[in-house]
């Protein structure tokens, strides 16, 4: 009896082993770089997040580290939104600057076979790779700590360490997307209601290693993989610009009365002209944003503003010029993603300030002399004229560089762009490309006007 018991826990063992062996952690990994990232999150070996997952309506908790400031809260991770360029810390959740990572805990509400746990991360720099411990646990066994933080080896409280993750590239630039998706070739890596996510810096060369988080997906083995995606919905669509050179992101989410608009008025609009400003703008060493967003916002006032490769819109000031000047306030705001003036504190150790009416003036210049030259917005009455100086701003300033760029230079206006793009405007610009200084183009430009409206030239008054 002893020998054939002694050879059923042989056999009972090697099944045993035999199953341990087959399955297997699988971490997946995918990254597209500077270049290649878009707001759809696409990768050809990691699924896209998910809008609704395991994930979706846990609790989020941080156990060791703190949040940095200029970053979202911990809802960003889970909120089905991701960020719509590289970066974008609002959008993203990120540890302090110059700490050492930190541990998120996710507690799902009850025990679930997790059959996958991704994680997706965007940044232009160091910030992007993804470097983290993934450690489950069902809350069962004694001695468990919900909680352990700093110091504290989770697999000693009841915690399993399921996988490691570097994402880190061994060569080329880190910057770009990063997907990540941790499975198990036995179908589920386990039944958990926790999760424990301990991330590391990427670097620590400066105080910037510390990841840009931007979602994060639990699937549970009952949910359907065809899910809906984050990327195009009927309300945010992703259009494809110069044969995927760029991308635009438009969304609607906060307003869908806007949305056939969009898809069909808008969306045509910047695919034909986002690469003609491109064309309009250069100057050298410049590349575009190769992608960008248009955001309808429910409660927002004005008209629209731009940071960045962010335009935000009014809804309801398109809703009243949806046949009026919709689609001229979006091309201005269009001009100002070409124009990343912002660039200059990068490359320039002491940049100028630009003027607003040159920051504005360009385009309404593009605006309402080379898109849309027919409606004469930026026409000066003679009620208009006694106030009318070339630093009125928008649409009197873009009357200013009309004046000029006919009579002058034809290329006037990619030349003043470029200046102050490089962070090297300054008003002397002007007699190096027309011989005249500023305050003399303006008396010239007063006097033509004058003429044309059929009144005296009056003198110059700056308002």
Request: glycine letters at 10%; hydrophobic letters at 35%; aromatic letters at 10%.
């Amino acid at each position: 009896m002893k020998s054939l018991s002694f050879v059923r826990a042989a056999v009972c063992f090697l099944l045993v082993s035999a199953a341990w062996a087959a399955a297997e952690v699988k971490v997946t990994t995918d990254h597209n770089d500077t270049d290649h990232s878009t707001a759809e999150f696409k990768f050809k070996n990691v699924p896209s997040p998910s809008k609704t997952n395991a994930a979706t309506n846990a609790k989020f908790s941080i156990v060791d580290g703190d949040k940095d400031e200029a970053g979202g809260d911990l809802e960003v991770l889970h909120d089905g939104k991701l960020p719509t360029e590289e970066d974008q810390p609002a959008s993203n959740f990120f540890f302090n600057a110059g700490t050492e990572g930190g541990r998120i805990l996710i507690d799902l509400g009850s025990a679930i076979d997790v059959k996958q746990v991704n994680t997706y991360s965007w940044h232009t720099d160091t910030r992007a790779p993804q470097v983290y411990d993934l450690y489950g646990s069902d809350g069962s066994a004694g001695g468990f700590n919900s909680s352990p933080g700093k110091g504290v080896d989770p697999t000693t409280c009841g915690w399993k360490l399921i996988t490691k993750v570097d994402t880190r590239p061994k060569t080329g630039e880190p910057g770009g997307q990063y997907g990540v998706s941790i499975s198990d070739s036995d179908g589920t890596l386990g039944k958990f209601r926790f999760l424990l996510i301990a991330a590391s810096r990427t670097e620590s060369d400066d105080d910037f290693g510390n990841t840009f988080f931007s979602e994060i997906n639990v699937i549970d083995a009952k949910e359907l993989m065809g899910a809906p995606k984050t990327g195009d919905t009927a309300d945010v669509k992703t259009v494809q610009i110069d044969g995927g050179k760029y991308s635009a992101t438009i969304d609607t989410s906060e307003t869908p009365d806007l949305t056939q608009w969009a898809n069909d008025k808008l969306a045509p609009m910047v695919v034909e002209w986002y690469p003609r400003l491109v064309q309009m703008l250069p100057s050298p060493g410049y590349s575009a944003p190769t992608h960008f967003s248009i955001t309808f916002r429910a409660n927002k006032q004005g008209v629209a503003d731009t940071g960045g490769t962010r335009i935000n819109c009014a809804a309801g000031f398109f809703r009243n010029e949806l046949k009026g000047q919709a689609l001229g306030a979006i091309l201005h705001e269009m001009v100002h993603v070409v124009q990343q003036y912002g660039n200059a504190r990068r490359t320039n150790p002491h940049p100028t300030r630009n003027p607003g009416w040159i920051v504005e003036g360009i385009p309404d210049y593009i605006r309402w002399y080379l898109y849309e030259p027919q409606s004469h917005g930026a026409d000066i009455s003679r009620r208009g004229y006694p106030k009318a100086n070339y630093d009125g701003m928008y649409r009197i300033s873009a009357n200013f560089l009309n004046y000029v760029v006919n009579k002058y230079d034809k290329d006037l206006v990619p030349k003043v762009n470029a200046a102050a793009r490089e962070g090297n405007y300054s008003d002397d610009i002007w007699p190096k490309l027309t011989g005249k200084t500023i305050t003399e183009l303006n008396t010239e430009w007063k006097a033509d006007l004058a003429k044309k409206l059929g009144i005296p030239a009056e003198p110059t008054t700056k308002p």
